[in-house]
């Protein structure tokens, strides 16, 4: 099973910055990753999938990066509605369709 | 517009059943793989088991927790998908997600749509 690792657990930052959270993988999970938003009271939303395709609706300010075993979700400029938790998932092995624990990106 | 309603919720005791639906609409259900997601309270996301459709198959997987209590099936005639949880314990406490592989592909199944959630409480 592939697991997931995601740093930081909790982000603080201010509108306005540059935010970069990290999703490392077990094993080469090739560019089968996938990047959701979720904030408190909602189901989780795809922003990226393919490690770097914004899914259709997402801001350009959200993009990721990476391949193999080492990814990056960025967001150019944080916006007030940003602040949430964001999960990697990993889709190249599976079962199981592992995902990491989350980052919490909270306002400073 | 693409929507996933789930049902079926509540309250059990451990060692009870229950049984989950997702009302799929606004896409092709019969082609798409879909799967569900688990969240406990507080916690990150768990992904529980996936049913393919039925022209891959149909076959299921399962996560190793639930493997051999839970069931997922579909029913394309009425565009629906279902958990059926057996022996529950106090663990499977959660919200209960559907979420279905619709833009994407048997190669690339990243879950591009989401339901609102059920949730699942296990307590005597």
Same mark, same amino acid.
């Given at each position: 099973e592939i697991v997931m690792t995601q740093s930081p657990a909790t982000l603080s930052m201010s509108p306005g910055e540059r935010a970069t959270l990290s999703c490392r993988a077990?094993?080469?999970?090739?560019?089968n990753l996938a990047w959701y938003q979720q904030k408190a009271g909602q189901p989780p939303r795809l922003?990226?999938?393919?490690?770097s395709t914004r899914a259709?609706?997402?801001?350009?300010?959200f993009s990721g990066s990476g391949s193999g075993t080492e990814f990056t979700l960025t967001i150019s400029s944080l916006q007030s509605e940003d602040f949430a938790v964001y999960y990697c998932q990993q889709y190249?092995?599976?079962?199981?369709?592992s995902f990491g624990q989350g980052t919490k990106l909270e306002i400073k | 517009e693409v929507q996933l309603v789930e049902s079926g919720g509540g309250l059990v005791k451990p060692g009870g059943s229950l049984r989950l639906s997702c009302a799929a609409s606004g896409? #092709?259900?019969? #082609?798409a793989w879909v799967n569900w997601v688990r969240q406990a309270p507080g916690k990150g996301l768990e992904w529980v088991g996936r049913i393919k459709s039925k022209t891959s198959g149909a076959t299921t997987d399962y996560a190793a927790p639930v493997k051999g209590r839970f069931i997922i099936s579909r029913d394309d005639s009425k565009n629906t998908l279902y958990l059926q949880m057996n022996?529950?314990? #106090?663990?499977?406490t959660a919200v209960y997600y559907c979420a279905a592989v619709i833009t994407g592909t048997p190669a690339d199944p990243y879950f591009d749509y989401w339901g609102q959630g059920t949730l699942v409480t296990v307590s005597s």
């Open positions: 077990s094993q080469s999970v090739s560019s922003l990226i999938y393919g490690a259709t609706g997402i801001p350009a300010r190249n092995n599976w079962p199981p369709y | 896409f #092709t259900f019969f #082609t022996s529950l314990k #106090t663990e499977d």
